[in-house]
């Protein structure tokens, strides 16, 4: 006898208790045994289904947690790749902010996987990808605390281009309660007009509003706001407490393109001359009008790179020539306005070689939307010899941007 006979007997004898019991059975021809073979084959399916399932998560998270840092990386090599050599950097910049919690919760999921499965190769990701979002999240420190004492300069900048007649009270309101020394407002238009053979000024509402309380007037004196009608570097405008010894203002760009502008104001504060910068950076499209058809527009968006690579190229320019102005100014300075740009752009990042950001290149920086802020455009710089004792973004609801305050204290020579 060979030593599968045994086997084959045992074989016949199975299915002819199989058949034994389908003919058991009733009508189907189905016994118990095999319902059970039945049961057991559908669970090892599952078990397989389930089993791919997880296979094609896991590799899918990790290409996706790949690709997250991957585009951090590139997000975080903006600041030191000129516009000039590629705008892919400088838009993987702008979404910095809501890549450090992606991070963070691909770091929490690899950390839960490595618990479960005890595979030494999730708990190396885990921690990849949390060093990662710390980088993200806390990537440049603020300038040190001031120390306690004297009281501080004060300064607060909003861009009010958005502020209606009603939300310019809310400022007006905003302004009394913190007290700054100085206002920087962007975009604030104002122009003069001849009536009856008089010529009068008009404000914008929210410069209005603040001088209506008397505490403060125009940095450079009323004549300043309208040196040219509507231009845009008139349009930066400083509302202060202190006496303003100097005033200018320029454009950084071709004329009619909606340029970087700046104005200038030297100030005397505790018998020191400060010199205080009001900036607008270029912003990108400023005149497109936006719709439906042009956002679904296969044309728009073919010539959306190359618009990219000259608005990044061109404000790159703008912010070297400021830079310029800024390093070889020798009063203590203090920079402040809408810089179209986060503090991990090129142009800001350009801006900032030589003074360094109140409130860090934070997340919670945001200013931009109002509603819900998400990118931090707006902000306060300052050089050599300031510290910084709070900072601060405003509320919302005074404009389309947050304000940001600031009080610091100058322990230089």
Known sequence: MSEHEPRRRRSRSGSRSRSESRSRSGRSGWGPADWAHLRRDRRITAQRRRALRRRWAGRLGVGGAAALAALAAVGASARWVRPAGGWVPQVAALLLPALGPALGLSAVAAGAVAVRS?????????????????????????PPPAPGGAEG???????????????????????????????????????????????????????????????????????????RERGPANRQVFLTRLPVLAHEAGELGPPNT???????????????????????????????????????????????????????AVQGEEAERLAALIEADPLPVVVAGDFNATADQWSRARLAR????????????????????????????????????????????LSDHRAVSAELVYSGE
């Open 153 to 227: 300069l004060r300064v607060m900048t909003l861009n009010v281009g958005r502020t209606s007649s009603e939300a310019a009270y809310r400022v007006a309101d905003y302004v009394q309660r913190t007290e700054p020394d100085v206002v920087f407002l962007q975009e604030a238009d104002a122009r003069s007009i001849v009536v009856d053979g008089q010529r009068l000024r008009i404000y914008h509402p929210t410069i209005e509003a603040i001088l209506s309380s008397g505490a403060y007037r125009v940095g450079g004196g009323v004549d300043t706001l309208v040196a």
């Open 354 to 397: 030589h003074t360094r950001e109140v409130l860090g290149r934070r997340p919670w920086a945001a200013t931009r939307p109002d509603s819900v802020p998400v990118a931090p455009i707006d902000g306060v710089l300052v050089g050599a010899g300031w510290s910084v004792r709070a900072a601060s973004v405003g509320p919302p609801g």
């Open 258 to 312: 909606e340029p970087s502008v700046y104005a200038r104001a030297e100030v005397s504060w505790r018998g020191r001359r400060v010199a205080l910068y009001n900036v607008h950076l270029r912003p990108f499209n400023p005149t497109a009008e936006w719709s439906v058809e042009r956002m679904t527009s296969p044309a728009v968006w073919a010539e959306t790179p190359g618009r990219l690579r000259e608005f990044f």
């Open 118 to 142: 005890r595979r030494p190769v999730w708990g190396v990701g885990a921690v990849a990808l949390a060093a990662a979002a710390a980088a993200v999240w806390v990537r440049h420190p603020a």
